[in-house]
């Protein structure tokens, strides 16, 4: 056997590096495919901001200051208010109504137009520009 002869042989090498390649295409294109198939690839880019609130509620008065704490700036076009419980109103506050932002130190409040039992509060809703919606602040009155 002449060993030179072994080492000079390269006729298997092009059909297993495309055998190879084939492969990694098919894995790369599934993946791709099956992200969109399943709905993940609509959610990309709709993250939704980080926030922190407070709140601060007032049983003589019945309402709820909600105050941007920190985090994320939040267009004021993309946030809404929500509570749970008697009927109630809620004031963005001349700050967000302004610069059309919530940013720290600005506040909502929440008139409620009877008193609260437990279980019934508020939330902050971020809506996204692509139809999707994340509950970022969430409270909850205690009574």
Known sequence: MDLTQLLDDDRGVSPVIGVILMVAI????????????????????????????????????????????????????????????????????????????????DNAVVDYNKSLSSGDGAQVIWQSSGGSSSIIGDWEYQG
């Open 26 to 105: 098919t894995v790369i294109l599934a993946a791709v495919i099956g992200t969109f198939v399943l709905g993940l690839g609509s959610n990309v880019g709709n993250n939704a901001p980080s926030a922190t609130f407070n709140y601060d509620y007032n049983d003589s008065a019945e309402n709820l200051t909600i105050t941007h704490q920190g985090g994320d700036a939040l267009d004021n076009s993309s946030i809404n208010v929500t509570a749970s419980g008697p009927d109630y109103t809620v004031d963005y506050g001349a700050d967000i109504n302004d610069d059309d932002q919530w940013t720290a130190g």
